[in-house]
């Protein structure tokens, strides 16, 4: 699995990279990649020396951003999305729990998974690479069962306002407990 660098920090919470990606000059005028939208440099010269680096970062973010086009039906056909929402570029920040409540949509990756009959964790990603784990609690074993061919490695879900909560103080870790369909979409 491609590791994305942390090449863009700044994108959390959906800030607009403001140096180039390349030389980190600040008083550019920008131009940005056309491919991820992303990355951003001062000319093409800087951009033809950084390619080598930001070829698999760029390719990562477009498929991040290819999974979150897709997610616009979700908002048009369901009326439980109607309202303030937040559609976040990548997972907030452990401090950042005022995101609590709110109408929360990341878009992450599986990268692993563990399956028990009653509960299943898989370990996601987000477009900054950023870790943490979505479980899956349903009342209905039915439902449960069904997950299994779902939660495949390398597929793309969007996480639909589910509660990021602390799972250790001590690690500053979070995760994400899933306990109804609703709060999941899976990106076809
Ligand atoms: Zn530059
Ligand atoms: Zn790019």
Redesign the pocket.
């Known amino acids: 699995m491609a590791t994305l660098p942390t090449e863009f920090p700044a994108t959390r919470q959906g800030a607009r990279v403001t140096?180039?990606?390349?030389?980190?000059?600040e008083n550019?005028e920008?131009k940005r990649c056309t491919r991820c939208l992303l990355a951003a440099?001062?000319?093409r010269?800087?951009?033809r020396k950084?390619f080598r680096r930001h070829k698999t970062t760029c390719g990562e973010i477009v498929k991040f951003n290819a999974a979150r086009d897709k997610i616009d039906p979700v908002y048009l056909r369901n009326p439980f999305f109607m309202g303030v929402s937040y559609c976040i570029g990548s997972l907030p920040e452990t401090s950042h729990f005022n995101f609590l409540g709110q109408r929360l949509i990341v878009v992450v990756e599986i990268i692993g998974r563990v399956l028990y009959e009653n509960s299943s964790t898989v370990k996601v990603r987000d477009v900054t690479n950023q870790f943490t784990h979505i479980i899956f609690k349903f009342k209905d074993t039915d439902e449960m069962a069904g997950l299994e061919y779902k939660l495949r490695l390398g597929t793309y879900v969007a996480i639909l306002q589910a509660p990021l909560r602390i799972s250790s103080y001590v690690n500053k870790t979070t995760d994400i407990l899933i306990e109804s369909l609703s709060q999941i979409y899976f990106i076809p």
């Open positions: 140096s180039c990606t390349g030389c980190s000059n550019a920008l440099y001062c000319n010269e800087c951009q950084d």
